[in-house]
Every structure is written in structure tokens, then in C-alpha cells.
T-cell receptor, first 112, second 113 residues
Framework: QQQVKQSPQSLIVQKGGISIINCAYENTAFDYFPWYQQFPGKGPALLIAIRPDVSEKKEGRFTISFNKSAKQFSLHIMDSQPGDSATYFCAAEGDSNYQLIWGAGTKLIIKP | KAGVTQTPRYLIKTRGQQVTLSCSPISGHRSVSWYQQTPGQGLQFLFEYFSETQRNKGNFPGRFSGRQFSNSRSEMNVSTLELGDSALYLC????????????FGPGTRLLVL
């Protein structure tokens, strides 16, 4: 029940296209859902985060869509750029556990 | 503000040795969490410290331990190193414990030979 399932494992998108990464969770006590971006040799960096009281959050080219009833959330990267090529992780936290439960990661490659 | 810093950045040890990794959180942050990242297991939570107290611990053997000092700096120790301990060890800090943004350091790359 503590798992966060992330798909796809890898993704290739043309420059200017839309990149979509999906995550699903089971624990309804989770109340915080961040997305992190990680470049090789660096630690993860927060990209955008959402709480269950909203269904969508947008920051620049990045949008989180949240479906509470389906227990799913997704990251959309609009107008994808080569500089967006990185590994993306979804995560979830809550249930008084105070630890991030991570998805397995998606390696995104944006082709110029 | 300076970000989360971790030292050393790279470390090579042999099986059976022990290692201590250090993490300095962002100024004003009282919570420090440690994660292990490997290609096979992904990111796994080790433990979190808040105000010098361990708040939560992941499913790691007792060889993995940590502590936090009064200035919020944290150390983690791994004793009797095994080959499988080779990983990137990440430290993250946040102002409070709970569902808040965690800010990550660059990690310490540990190689056990």
C-alpha cells in the first residue's frame, strides 16, 4: 500500500512535443505529491508539487494533473526542450509517516 | 541561502570497513532525511532526523545509523560495508518534518570494493 507506480520507464519525445509521465498510488492517506527532476551526477530537484485539494497545478511549461478518485497523478511537459532531458521521479508523502515514497523514475530524452 | 551540502562527494571503501557521511542542511531547516539511490532499487528512505531526534526509519539493517547535531547538521554511518552498499547517498533538508518540500544535496557516491 506504500508503493507509487510510475510509467513509462523511459520516454523519447521530439523537441516541441508534450511529455507525459504517469503515477499511481494506493494509500489514500498520502497528502503531498511532488515531482523531482534529476540530472546525472546531481541530486533530485523539486519541479512542482500538488496536494489532493486541487486537480491541476501549472508552473510554466510543467503541469501536474491529479485524479483523486482514480488515485493517479501525472506530469505534463509542454513544448519539451532538449534541456528537459533528465530522469523524473514522482513521489508521495503522508499518513504520518513523514517519508517520501518514490516512483521508479522515468528517463526522458528530448530529441532535437 | 546556500543549498544542502554533502561531504565527501566521492568515497571508495573496501568490504568490512565503515564510513561516515556528512550533511549540512539549508540554514534554518531542522529536518534532515537520508536516502539511498541505486540503479536496481531506485530511491529508498533511510531515516529522518528532526531536532536531533530520529523521527522515522526505513527498512535498512542496523549497520546503517545516523545522528543529528544541535546545529541541524547530520551524519550517517554505515558499518561493516558490503558490496551492495555501493550507491549514491542523498541528504535532503526541510524546515519542518511532515509533508513539505525537501531540498536535496548533490549526494555522496560510495563505491565498496
Amino acid at each position: 500500500q506504500q508503493q507509487v507506480k510510475q510509467s513509462p520507464q523511459s520516454l523519447i519525445v521530439q523537441k516541441g512535443g508534450i511529455s507525459i509521465i504517469n503515477c499511481a498510488y494506493e494509500n489514500t492517506a498520502f497528502d503531498y505529491f511532488p515531482w523531482y527532476q534529476q540530472f546525472p551526477g546531481k541530486g533530485p530537484a523539486l519541479l512542482i508539487a500538488i496536494r489532493p485539494d486541487v486537480s491541476e497545478k501549472k508552473e510554466g511549461r510543467f503541469t501536474i494533473s491529479f485524479n483523486k478518485s482514480a488515485k493517479q497523478f501525472s506530469l505534463h511537459i509542454m513544448d519539451s526542450q532538449p534541456g528537459d532531458s533528465a530522469t523524473y521521479f514522482c513521489a508521495a508523502e503522508g499518513d504520518s509517516n513523514y517519508q517520501l515514497i518514490w516512483g521508479a523514475g522515468t528517463k526522458l530524452i528530448i530529441k532535437p | 541561502k546556500a543549498g544542502v551540502t554533502q561531504t565527501p562527494r566521492y568515497l571508495i571503501k573496501t568490504r568490512g570497513q565503515q564510513v561516515t557521511l556528512s550533511c549540512s542542511p539549508i540554514s534554518g531547516h531542522r529536518s534532515v532525511s537520508w536516502y539511498q539511490q541505486t540503479p536496481g532499487q531506485g530511491l529508498q528512505f533511510l531515516f529522518e532526523y528532526f531536532s536531533e531526534t530520529q523521527r522515522n526509519k526505513g527498512n535498512f539493517p542496523g549497520r546503517f545509523s545516523g545522528r543529528q547535531f544541535s546545529n541541524s547538521r547530520s551524519e550517517m554511518n554505515v558499518s561493516t560495508l558490503e558490496l551492495g552498499d555501493s550507491a549514491l547517498y542523498l541528504c535532503a533538508s526541510r524546515q519542518q518534518t511532515g509533508s513539505e518540500t525537501q531540498y536535496f544535496g548533490p549526494g555522496t557516491r560510495l563505491l565498496v570494493l
